[in-house]
């Protein structure tokens, strides 16, 4: 179901025209009331009249996440705080997090805007949405939870953690709609597992997945342990939180982003550069109708491409490619760039491994070297162990030739790799230490 066909089903003349509307009067405010985007425009000999077409919006500067950090915490805020109704930050694994606020109308749009989301990825008025998405500073909890109430759905906001509770709550209370971190889902299942429930005795029909990268074997893995269909949903706190962006369950098939609050941009990461339409980049992104904190060509360091082709679905917003990982995730092992994603994906080709891994990276002896630890399952591991060495080297094999990487890959004892109730940690990178 299309939550509101009248924006989400826009010819392209239109989305444009709104677009460059709304473009400009955000111009005009953060020129007005952000003295960082002042002094970014006064920098580049440039004012907010300068900016005639969408194509003009190339003329301005980005901002970087390190912006965000030296203004922080209320610095890149458009309102007066007597506006601002709810406050969210990012955890950010390095230096002070990010700080992010919105006013009554944010709050509604965004609420908006997730409706939206939800209803893409199949949910209804009348549908129970077990939420295990955090509550808190993070964005997840609270985003789905107004998108939720504002569809007319029934939200039971779980949040994470105290994971067998969760599993009596979706037993007794029959939730139809899981919204969860994929890592997180696949630990309730495994807990599910242990307590003698299958998720094919529960009622969920649809699961909607997002905060960190994952992969289409994934999705086939989520499908069939959890008997759902499951949709990408993205989304990130300086731009809003989730619902920028979400797979439609009729196509599955890249993730159609709300244009007529946000305009994407691809960018080569290294010289800055717009790439057109189908090249791989940096995801760069303009808020245009928020009023505490509209952002303006903001670096988002996610990598996706973008498809403006038309989807099965009635929806005209460009689509994005699912996002293989962060620029800063990439892992650079002896000049071989590599992303956890793709590795996940040759993984998980093999049927004998269970999804849970991380990749151990460490410098010996001057020269990068990659571990990938990864449990098999219980059957296996109790098994020979000439076969498990077989399958490692299987593996580390499969490894290098879809990716040109050399790995050692462990095969390590079911359950021995930390669960997380939120985003996995999927990389330790000791050469950082
Ligand atoms: O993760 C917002 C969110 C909550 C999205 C719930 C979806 C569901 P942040 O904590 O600010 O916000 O982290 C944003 O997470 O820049 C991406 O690197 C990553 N990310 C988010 N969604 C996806 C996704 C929330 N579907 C950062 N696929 C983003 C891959 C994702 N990465």
């Not at 301005?60 to 458009?78: E, H, S, V, W």
């Not at 997002?210 to 499908?223: T, V």
């Not at 790995?407 to 990389?427: D, F, N, T």
Request: charged share 25%; with cysteine.
């Amino acid at each position: 179901m299309i939550y509101n066909i009248d924006f989400e089903t826009l010819p392209r003349e239109a989305i444009t025209a709104i677009q460059l509307k709304r473009l400009k009067a955000t111009l005009e405010n953060v020129y007005a009331t952000v003295p960082f985007y002042k002094d970014m425009f006064r920098k580049a000999r440039l004012t907010p009249h300068d900016i005639r077409s969408l194509d003009d919006l190339q003329k301005i500067p980005f901002t970087t996440k390190q912006d965000l950090r030296d203004n922080y915490p209320y610095g890149m805020f458009a309102v007066p705080m007597a506006n601002v109704v709810r406050i969210h930050a990012s955890s950010g694994t390095t230096g002070s997090p990010t700080v992010v606020g919105y006013t009554a109308r944010d709050i509604n749009t965004w609420a908006e805007l997730m409706a939206r989301a939800l209803s893409a990825g199949g949910a209804h008025r009348g549908d129970i949405i077990h939420n295990a998405y955090g509550y808190g500073l993070f964005t997840g909890g609270l985003g789905v939870h107004y998108g939720a109430e504002k569809l007319g759905a029934s939200v039971i906001p779980v949040s994470g953690g105290n994971t067998k509770r969760q599993i009596v709550i979706m037993k007794d209370f029959g939730p139809t709609i899981l919204t969860a971190t994929p890592s997180y889902s696949l630990h309730l299942a495994e807990v599910a597992k242990d307590m003698g429930i299958s998720f094919k005795d529960l009622k969920f029909k649809f699961g909607i997945f997002g905060a960190e990268p994952w992969s289409e074997s994934m999705r086939d893995e989520l499908e069939e342990t959890l008997n759902i269909t499951a949709v990408d949903i993205y989304g990130l706190s300086e731009v809003m939180g989730p619902g920028v962006a979400i797979e439609c369950h009729e196509a599955k098939n890249g993730l159609h982003i709300f244009e007529d609050h946000f305009i994407p941009e691809i960018i080569n990461p290294e010289t800055g550069e717009v790439l057109p339409y189908g090249e791989t980049g940096e995801l760069v992104f303009t808020s245009i109708t928020k009023e505490a904190f509209p952002i303006i060509r903001y670096r988002t360091r996610d990598i996706t491409s973008l498809h403006p082709e038309p989807c099965i679905c009635g929806r005209t917003h460009i689509r994005m490619k699912r996002v293989s990982g962060r620029s800063d995730d990439m892992l650079i092992i002896r000049g071989v760039n590599v992303f956890p994603s793709q590795i996940e994906s040759v993984l998980m080709k093999t049927d004998k491994i269970e999804p849970h891994y991380q990749l151990v990276v460490d410098r010996v002896d001057n020269l990068d070297t990659l571990t990938v630890k990864v449990e098999v399952s219980e059957s296996l591991f109790s098994d020979e162990i000439k076969l498990l060495q077989t399958l490692e080297a299987k593996l580390s094999s499969d490894i290098k030739e879809y990716l040109g990487v050399s790995a050692k890959v462990k095969l390590v004892e079911p359950k021995s790799i930390a669960r997380s109730e939120g985003k996995a940690v999927r990389v330790i990178d000791n050469r950082k230490i």
